[in-house]
């Protein structure tokens, strides 16, 4: 209620202001947020230095190899938000636009219609419409190649834990049930950061 109140604050004092434009659709995004599964590795988090501490518990070598791992996981997070954040606001601000000309239209249809000028609004729409789909695509494309080169490195690390506690297991460093706890103990350590870089967006 407050929100739409103020979208008509707004528009009954500046008619046509982009912002009021898009203050309902903002509201969305945030609901949609609220609703995902990306909150709910917010909660996940805490629990992440929990596990890595449990990991050092059983070796050194073990807690190590977590940790870097850990590290080069956050590093692809950042990575991903810088490199993924140009062409989001790209696409979002295209769709506006799209939408906003889209409206317009609509709204002076009839005069639209009278002067014959369906094909040039057509094509002014459509090309914003083209801008948003690319930049939305060129968005997706690299949120996605992100997402699989974090499965594939959190596999790796794994197996790569498995391998290790093997080997200290063949030293007597360590017991059977902390090589196989290690690895299970790992991937729910870097489950809510892969979840994060899955639903970034």
């Not at 979208?7 to 995004?29: I, Q, W």
């Not at 690319?134 to 498995?162: E, H």
Request: proline residues 4%; glycine residues 10%.
């Amino acid at each position: 209620a407050r929100v739409f109140s103020a979208v008509l604050r707004t528009e009954t004092g500046k008619p046509g202001e982009a912002e009021s434009k898009t203050a309902l659709r903002d509201l969305e995004t945030l609901q949609r947020f609220f609703g995902s599964p990306v909150l709910l590795a917010f909660f996940d988090m805490p629990w992440t230095p929990l596990f890595f501490f449990a990991i050092f518990l059983f070796h050194p070598w073990l807690g190590m190899l977590a940790v870097g791992g850990g590290v080069v996981l956050v590093c692809v997070t950042l990575l991903n938000q810088w490199r993924t954040r140009q062409p989001a606001l790209e696409a979002a601000v295209y769709s506006q636009r799209a939408e906003r000309l889209s409206g317009q239209m609509l709204d002076e249809a009839e005069t639209v219609e009278s002067l014959g000028m369906r094909g040039a609004t057509f094509n002014r729409w459509e090309l914003e419409r083209d801008k948003a789909l690319q930049a939305g695509l060129a968005a997706s494309d690299r949120a996605g190649g992100f997402t699989s080169a974090t499965k594939s490195l959190r596999l790796f690390l794994q197996s790569a834990m498995l391998a290790l506690g093997a080997y200290l297991v063949l030293q007597n460093e360590t017991t059977g049930g902390a090589m196989i706890a290690g690895p299970i103990l790992l991937g729910r350590a870097l489950a809510p950061v892969e979840l994060a870089i899955g639903q970034w967006e």
